[in-house]
């Protein structure tokens, strides 16, 4: 069974940092390309960034790019997500997905496996 678990998430204060992983299981991981979304409360998820089935190719959206960094570590199973000068507006769950189809990373629907979220909170 295909599995997706985030860790990583947490408080932080407003300048910080956090790394959050994400680990699969039950999937061939090199396959599929890998997002991070996040969703604030009373907001849609929103895109944050993506990565190639290598390392090779990322995406990021505006709001975080230059203080994101995604990654992936395929001999782990693992998609990392390292934040540094966070906001408080980066406060929301954070969301790892999994998709093989060749579709546009930015939207939520390209993707077919979902993490169950981690928690970041940035205060200021």
């Known amino acids: 069974q295909e599995q997706l678990v985030e860790s990583g998430g947490g408080f932080a204060q407003a300048a910080g940092s956090l790394r959050l992983s994400c680990t699969g299981s039950g999937l061939t991981f090199s396959l599929y390309r890998m997002g991070w979304f996040r969703q604030a409360p009373g907001k849609e998820r929103e895109f944050v960034a993506a990565v190639s089935w290598s390392d090779k190719i990322t995406y990021y959206a505006d709001s975080v790019k230059g203080r994101f960094t995604i990654s992936r570590e395929n001999a782990k199973n693992t998609v990392y997500l390292q934040m540094n000068s966070l906001k408080p507006e980066d406060t929301a769950g954070y969301y790892c997905?999994?998709?093989?189809?060749?579709?546009?990373?930015?939207?939520?629907?390209?993707?077919?496996?979902w993490g169950q979220g981690t928690q970041v909170t940035v205060s200021s």
């Open positions: 997905a999994a998709t093989r189809a060749s579709g546009n990373l930015h939207y939520h629907n390209s993707y077919d496996y």
